[in-house]
């Protein structure tokens, strides 16, 4: 029989690949550009207002889709993307096989194929010689990578049968299986000029998201990293790199054309792709990512050495060695240092996090605990340590900031091996294979996926991209294209399936099973981020069955583990809601009941129906809270759900008139809030709600010391006075609660100030501070807190917030102790304003201060300098807009310290007043304070005069009327007065008999609460 030589060009770009190229370009896009928030109705922190007329606002609308597609996170539609192209991709892969194969004619078994690549030379050719030598048997480096990264998935399907929370592991399973999917799609769906126009698409795509990123950055959040448009400094930086690598090789290749005479070429590399490296790169220094900004170093390394011979190898392997060094040892020494920014909390998390997977290997080195369990196991872990760390474990611990430790974590040794040699073999074989490409194009942007790849595996030492949306997609791209670039599918592949056809076609039926599954469950897991956006609206339109509908659908079938967990969080809170308002509902009608005439079968059946409804949700999310806790490790977020569940079980218990269980059910209810205190003993508001459900149950002293902890972090809360105005009348607070807090300011030189921060007296100097302010005390306040603050600068590794909050409450205890001598106060609030960080925290109590710090500079005597000020903020302010804002300050000011100015500096208040006048004449609030201040030296002319100001300028009858009362009870035998009060009695609809004077503590309080220091 004639033997039959098939000579084909394996570089030949068929019709196939340019489908799929296609694919690739909108599916990378979509996946990096589009998002999916809602329209926001208010200012994200440190945000700034959109300009109407912006292009870019237009450019991010349509990017959001029109906030036609909401979801909470706002990048669910990421992982849908990513899903219906990996899906769609591994069938049109197929489909590009299957072609092939059919176009075979089935030669004998003796016919030879011979691949030659057009752009080579015959000589060039590996098989040119000797067309008909048997190859070498020897381990192809691509395809062990991609034998192992198929037990790498099979292992995370297989980790669900041993994991304690399977229906996490098997989320987390499908988003590997999806995204190893998409790689198997590049590889087996492009030749290797296709791959490297798709790398080409790959620059385009992430030059485009860069520039997008700077632009948003630049307008509408300069406080903050750049982000966008991928929700995450980490995510965009990480996602950048191999585009920054790529065109830096493509530069390099410029560099190559040039030296080969070739100099429009090279310089048109020289521009394109410099242009591009320069955006990306101007993009990732915004992010001002550590870890990323490392592992890019590296890969610039790699560069050299993939381009380079053995000698550019040694340089560069001796000059990563060194750098990874040095930065390190930079790491490292972060650990025990404070920086404005709190970055060093997240590089001090990172050694807590990294111990955790520590321990999780250590319970199952082999196996691990299943994939995605990290997230409900680490947090758990992290209660011991919540004390010790403070600032680093303030949030919930849902990742390792490391996938290979998370890897060994979740999916042992076993499943580290597996993906790491996956990794390693994918390198290997793209090494191996540049020397052996004549195409330079080719070669230069495998030189960069290579380099790419390897930074990207360094990145995932401190990142935790793999397990978010974003990076995978980028990630098994570059994997894809390198696993296509090295080792492009060989023509003996569709011959094997022509002979074969029943492997053909059971082939194909898997592969399109498998497309269909990542694409429904990618719609399944879009579908659930709806849901749980739009529980809100249902729950506000009281649809508690559509309600139940969403929060299940949204648990049920979130993929990503963290997501699945807030999904079930968001679930019971759902419930909660609704059987909190069917509760106040069934109070309603029972009380319409109680006093309305008996005998309402209607109104019974309603009243029993919200009743039984309410306590069938009650005892689902009874179920559900079990199931938490079944899976999660941790209490965190947990108790406060419980405390309302049980909450709403004692007032059923109280009706029906059972005050053993309503006594217990408080009891159950205040333990559960303990038990998250445990995890969270930094957080303001659930400190002040368990003192106050335990208050009288439990010492005072462990309940100012719980309430001390979180302002270490923290700034004081509205919740602080009203808990603690309620504590200081107590008798227990009387002898130990004002011991504690002498104690804590006696004998300040016999005692270290670690010891001191040890025991939280900074923290409890405050809280008494706050206890005086609610007294009145003011100068005992500024003692407190004179104290507090030398501690803190006494004392090392303190959060910037704790010193900046106490120099800011300081500010106004100088003030309100001072009022006549505010240069005290303005250089308190001066450093607090300089030692604010910069974070969301921070930005806030800056926000705050920057407007009462106006009011200082007002009291002294500084006008021109805060109109300076608000000039700077608005300046298109018009004049009388000006006058009036000023005269409002003026007001609150004169407010916030009326009942001592009264006393000690009438002349200040009543100048203050008489400036507001004279700048806003028409605004009832200027006169209700000249009113006041008549009233308080019983001017009876004077304060009729100015109330009656207050009523010609629209003042509000009740505060109107207030005021009269007040006038009445300081000058009783007032007839005028009278007469003014039974006036408006008769103008508001109120009856003199029914009309209670309100008395205030003083004749000469404000009207206005006095705000908190």
Same mark, same amino acid.
């Given at each position: 029989?004639?033997?039959?030589?098939?000579?084909?060009?394996?570089?030949?770009?068929?019709?196939?690949?340019?489908?799929?190229?296609?694919?690739?370009?909108?599916?990378?896009?979509?996946?990096?550009?589009?998002?999916?928030?809602?329209?926001?109705?208010?200012?994200?922190?440190?945000?700034?207002?959109?300009?109407? @007329?912006?292009?870019?606002?237009?450019?991010?609308?349509?990017?959001?889709? &029109?906030?036609?597609?909401?979801?909470?996170?706002?990048?669910?539609?990421?992982?849908?993307?990513?899903?219906?192209?990996?899906?769609?991709?591994?069938?049109?892969?197929?489909i590009g096989l299957w072609l092939r194969s059919r176009d075979q004619d089935a030669p004998d078994d003796v016919d030879?194929?011979?691949?030659?690549? &057009?752009?080579?030379?015959?000589?060039?050719?590996?098989?040119?010689?000797?067309?008909?030598?048997?190859?070498?048997?020897?381990?192809?480096?691509?395809?062990?990578?991609?034998?192992?990264?198929?037990?790498?998935?099979?292992?995370?399907?297989?980790?669900?049968?041993?994991?304690?929370?399977?229906?996490?592991?098997?989320?987390?399973?499908?988003?590997?299986?999806?995204?190893?999917?998409?790689?198997?799609?590049?590889?087996?769906?492009?030749?290797?000029?296709?791959?490297?126009?798709?790398?080409?698409?790959?620059?385009?795509?992430?030059?485009?998201?860069?520039?997008?990123?700077?632009?948003?950055?630049? &307008?509408?959040?300069?406080?903050?990293?750049?982000?966008?448009?991928?929700?995450?400094?980490?995510?965009?930086?990480?996602?950048?790199?191999?585009?920054?690598?790529?065109?830096?090789?493509?530069?390099?290749?410029?560099?190559?054309?040039?030296?080969?005479?070739?100099?429009?070429?090279?310089?048109?590399?020289?521009?394109?792709?410099?242009?591009?490296?320069?955006?990306?790169?101007?993009?990732?220094?915004?992010?001002?990512?550590?870890?990323?900004?490392?592992?890019?170093?590296?890969?610039?390394?790699?560069?050299?050495?993939?381009?380079?011979?053995?000698?550019?190898?040694?340089?560069?392997?001796?000059?990563?060695?060194?750098?990874?060094?040095?930065?390190?040892?930079?790491?490292?020494?972060?650990?025990?240092?404070?920086?404005?920014?709190?970055?060093?909390?997240?590089?001090?998390?990172?050694?807590?996090?990294?111990?955790?997977?520590? @321990?999780?290997?250590?319970?199952?080195?082999?196996?691990?605990?299943?994939?995605?369990?990290?997230?409900?196991?680490?947090?758990?872990?992290?209660?011991?340590?919540?004390?010790?760390?403070?600032?680093?474990?303030?949030?919930?611990?849902?990742?390792?900031?490391?996938?290979?430790?998370?890897?060994?974590?979740?999916?042992?040794?076993?499943?580290?091996?597996?993906?790491?040699?996956?990794?390693?073999?994918?390198?290997?074989?793209?090494?191996?294979?540049?020397?052996?490409?004549?195409?330079?194009?080719?070669?230069?942007?495998?030189?960069?996926?290579?380099?790419?790849?390897?930074?990207?595996?360094?990145?995932?030492?401190?990142?935790?991209?793999?397990?978010?949306?974003?990076?995978?997609?980028v990630f098994f791209t570059v994997v894809g294209l390198v696993w296509g670039l090295a080792r492009p599918v060989p023509?003996?592949?569709?011959?094997?399936?022509?002979?074969?056809?029943?492997?053909?076609?059971?082939?194909?039926?898997?592969?399109?099973?498998?497309?269909?599954?990542?694409?429904?469950?990618?719609?399944?897991?879009?579908?659930?981020?709806?849901?749980?956006?739009?529980?809100?609206?249902?729950?506000?339109?009281? @649809?508690?069955?559509?309600?139940?509908?969403?929060?299940?659908?949204?648990?049920?079938?979130?993929?990503?583990?963290?997501?699945?967990?807030?999904?079930?969080?968001?679930?019971?809170?759902?419930?909660?809601?609704?059987?909190?308002?069917?509760?106040?509902?069934?109070?309603?009608?029972?009380?319409?009941?109680?006093?309305?005439?008996?005998?309402?079968?209607?109104?019974?059946?309603?009243?029993?129906?919200?009743? /039984?409804?309410?306590?069938?949700?009650?005892?689902?999310?009874?179920?559900?809270?079990?199931?938490?806790?079944?899976?999660?490790?941790?209490?965190?977020?947990?108790?406060?759900?419980?405390?309302?569940?049980?909450?709403?079980?004692?007032?059923?218990?109280?009706?029906?008139?059972? /005050?053993?269980?309503?006594?217990?059910?408080?009891?159950? /209810?205040?333990?559960?809030?303990?038990?998250?205190?445990?995890?969270?003993?930094?957080?303001?508001?659930?400190?002040?709600?368990?003192?106050?459900?335990?208050?009288?149950?439990?010492?005072?002293?462990?309940?100012?010391?719980?309430?001390?902890?979180?302002?270490?972090?923290?700034?004081?809360?509205?919740?602080?006075?009203?808990?603690?105005?309620?504590?200081?009348?107590?008798?227990?607070?009387?002898?130990?609660?004002?011991?504690?807090?002498?104690?804590?300011?006696?004998?300040?030189?016999?005692?270290?100030?670690?010891?001191?921060?040890?025991?939280?007296?900074?923290?409890?100097?405050?809280?008494?501070?706050?206890?005086?302010?609610?007294?009145?005390?003011?100068?005992?306040?500024?003692?407190?807190?004179?104290?507090?603050?030398?501690?803190?600068?006494?004392?090392?590794?303190?959060?910037?917030?704790?010193?900046?909050?106490?120099?800011?409450?300081?500010?106004?205890?100088?003030?309100?102790?001072?009022?006549?001598?505010?240069?005290?106060?303005?250089?308190?609030?001066?450093?607090?304003?300089?030692?604010?960080?910069?974070?969301?925290?921070?930005?806030?109590?800056?926000?705050?201060?920057? @407007?009462?710090?106006?009011?200082?500079?007002?009291?002294?005597?500084?006008?021109?300098?805060?109109?300076?000020?608000?000039?700077?903020?608005?300046?298109?302010?018009?004049?009388?807009?000006?006058?009036?804002?000023?005269?409002?300050?003026?007001?609150?000011?004169?407010?916030?310290?009326?009942?001592?100015?009264?006393?000690?500096?009438?002349?200040?208040?009543?100048?203050?007043?008489?400036?507001?006048?004279?700048?806003?004449?028409?605004?009832?609030?200027?006169?209700?304070?000249?009113?006041?201040?008549?009233?308080?030296?019983?001017?009876?002319? &004077?304060?009729?005069?100015?109330?009656?100001?207050?009523?010609?300028?629209?003042?509000?009858?009740?505060?109107?009327?207030?005021?009269?009362?007040?006038?009445?009870?300081?000058?009783?035998?007032?007839?005028?007065?009278?007469?003014?009060?039974?006036?408006?009695e008769r103008e508001i609809g109120i009856s003199n008999e029914a009309a209670t004077p309100v008395v205030p503590p003083?004749?000469?309080?404000?009207?206005?609460?006095?705000?908190?220091?």
């Amino acid at each position: 029989m004639a033997r039959l030589i098939r000579i084909v060009n394996p570089n030949e770009l068929r019709p196939a690949h340019i489908v799929m190229l296609g694919l690739f370009f909108l599916a990378l896009a979509g996946n990096c550009l589009l998002t999916s928030a809602g329209k926001p109705v208010v200012l994200h922190d440190g945000a700034n207002e959109w300009d109407p @007329d912006s292009l870019l606002l237009s450019v991010v609308e349509i990017l959001d889709l &029109q906030y036609a597609q909401p979801t909470p996170n706002g990048t669910a539609i990421k992982s849908l993307v990513a899903g219906t192209a990996s899906g769609v991709g591994i069938f049109l892969a197929m489909i590009g096989l299957w072609l092939r194969s059919r176009d075979q004619d089935a030669p004998d078994d003796v016919d030879t194929v011979i691949e030659v690549d &057009q752009s080579a030379s015959a000589a060039e050719s590996p098989h040119a010689e000797h067309p008909f030598d048997a190859p070498k048997k020897h381990l192809d480096p691509i395809l062990g990578s991609q034998v192992l990264m198929l037990l790498y998935v099979l292992w995370a399907f297989a980790s669900i049968l041993w994991s304690h929370a399977p229906a996490f592991s098997s989320g987390a399973a499908i988003i590997l299986g999806i995204n190893v999917l998409w790689a198997f799609a590049l590889a087996y769906g492009l030749n290797r000029r296709a791959a490297a126009i798709a790398g080409y698409m790959l620059v385009g795509v992430l030059v485009v998201t860069g520039v997008l990123a700077i632009l948003y950055h630049q &307008q509408r959040n300069p406080n903050l990293r750049a982000s966008y448009p991928l929700g995450n400094p980490l995510i965009l930086s990480a996602c950048l790199m191999p585009g920054v690598l790529l065109a830096i090789a493509c530069v390099l290749r410029g560099v190559a054309a040039v030296r080969a005479k070739q100099v429009s070429r090279g310089i048109g590399f020289w521009v394109i792709f410099g242009l591009g490296a320069t955006a990306m790169l101007y993009a990732f220094y915004l992010t001002n990512s550590r870890g990323p900004g490392m592992a890019l170093g590296v890969g610039l390394v790699s560069i050299l050495a993939f381009a380079g011979g053995r000698d550019a190898k040694l340089v560069a392997a001796v000059v990563g060695a060194i750098g990874i060094a040095v930065v390190g040892m930079y790491f490292v020494n972060l650990r025990d240092t404070s920086s404005a920014t709190g970055r060093t909390d997240s590089m001090r998390v990172r050694f807590y996090t990294w111990n955790y997977a520590m @321990d999780m290997v250590g319970e199952r080195p082999l196996t691990g605990q299943g994939a995605g369990t990290y997230a409900l196991l680490a947090d758990g872990i992290a209660t011991a340590d919540v004390l010790t760390a403070r600032t680093s474990l303030n949030r919930r611990i849902s990742h390792a900031h490391s996938e290979w430790l998370e890897v060994a974590g979740t999916l042992g040794g076993i499943g580290l091996v597996l993906v790491l040699g996956s990794l390693m073999l994918a390198v290997l074989g793209g090494a191996k294979a540049i020397p052996d490409i004549s195409d330079p194009v080719q070669k230069w942007v495998l030189i960069g996926l290579c380099s790419a790849l390897v930074a990207l595996v360094c990145e995932e030492c401190f990142g935790v991209g793999l397990r978010i949306t974003g990076l995978p997609f980028v990630f098994f791209t570059v994997v894809g294209l390198v696993w296509g670039l090295a080792r492009p599918v060989p023509d003996s592949v569709p011959l094997f399936l022509s002979r074969h056809r029943w492997v053909r076609r059971l082939g194909a039926l898997g592969i399109a099973v498998l497309a269909m599954g990542a694409a429904e469950w990618s719609r399944r897991d879009f579908s659930a981020a709806r849901s749980l956006f739009d529980i809100k609206t249902a729950l506000s339109d009281s @649809d508690w069955d559509e309600a139940d509908r969403l929060s299940s659908n949204a648990f049920e079938y979130r993929l990503r583990p963290q997501r699945k967990l807030i999904a079930l969080f968001q679930k019971i809170r759902s419930k909660l809601y609704s059987a909190e308002q069917l509760q106040r509902q069934y109070l309603r009608r029972l009380s319409i009941q109680s006093s309305g005439p008996p005998g309402n079968a209607l109104l019974e059946k309603r009243t029993e129906d919200d009743r /039984a409804l309410s306590e069938e949700m009650i005892e689902q999310a009874f179920a559900d809270l079990a199931l938490l806790r079944s899976v999660c490790s941790s209490e965190m977020g947990v108790g406060t759900l419980e405390y309302g569940l049980r909450q709403l079980r004692a007032v059923y218990a109280t009706v029906d008139e059972r /005050a053993e269980d309503a006594s217990n059910e408080h009891i159950m /209810a205040t333990k559960a809030i303990a038990a998250q205190l445990e995890r969270q003993p930094f957080e303001p508001e659930l400190a002040a709600r368990w003192v106050r459900a335990s208050m009288g149950s439990v010492e005072v002293t462990a309940g100012l010391e719980a309430m001390a902890r979180p302002l270490r972090m923290n700034s004081l809360s509205p919740s602080y006075l009203e808990v603690l105005s309620v504590l200081a009348q107590t008798e227990a607070y009387q002898s130990a609660g004002a011991a504690m807090i002498e104690s804590a300011l006696s004998n300040p030189e016999s005692v270290d100030s670690q010891k001191r921060m040890n025991r939280w007296s900074p923290e409890v100097l405050r809280l008494g501070a706050v206890v005086a302010y609610a007294k009145n005390q003011h100068a005992e306040s500024v003692k407190y807190l004179q104290e507090a603050v030398r501690i803190y600068e006494d004392a090392p590794r303190i959060p910037l917030l704790a010193r900046a909050s106490c120099y800011a409450e300081l500010a106004d205890a100088l003030f309100f102790a001072s009022p006549q001598d505010p240069q005290l106060a303005i250089k308190a609030a001066e450093s607090s304003l300089t030692l604010a960080p910069r974070s969301q925290l921070g930005r806030r109590l800056t926000s705050q201060l920057t @407007d009462r710090i106006l009011a200082y500079h007002l009291a002294a005597d500084h006008e021109s300098f805060v109109k300076e000020k608000l000039l700077e903020r608005s300046p298109n302010l018009e004049p009388e807009q000006l006058n009036r804002n000023i005269a409002r300050r003026y007001v609150e000011m004169a407010y916030s310290v009326f009942g001592t100015a009264l006393e000690r500096i009438p002349y200040k208040l009543n100048g203050w007043s008489q400036r507001a006048i004279e700048l806003d004449p028409n605004s009832a609030p200027t006169w209700f304070l000249a009113a006041d201040i008549s009233l308080h030296v019983r001017d009876e002319k &004077q304060t009729v005069e100015r109330i009656n100001r207050a009523i010609e300028h629209g003042g509000d009858p009740q505060d109107i009327y207030s005021i009269v009362l007040r006038a009445q009870i300081a000058m009783p035998t007032s007839q005028v007065i009278a007469g003014m009060r039974s006036h408006i009695e008769r103008e508001i609809g109120i009856s003199n008999e029914a009309a209670t004077p309100v008395v205030p503590p003083s004749a000469a309080e404000p009207t206005e609460p006095n705000p908190a220091p």
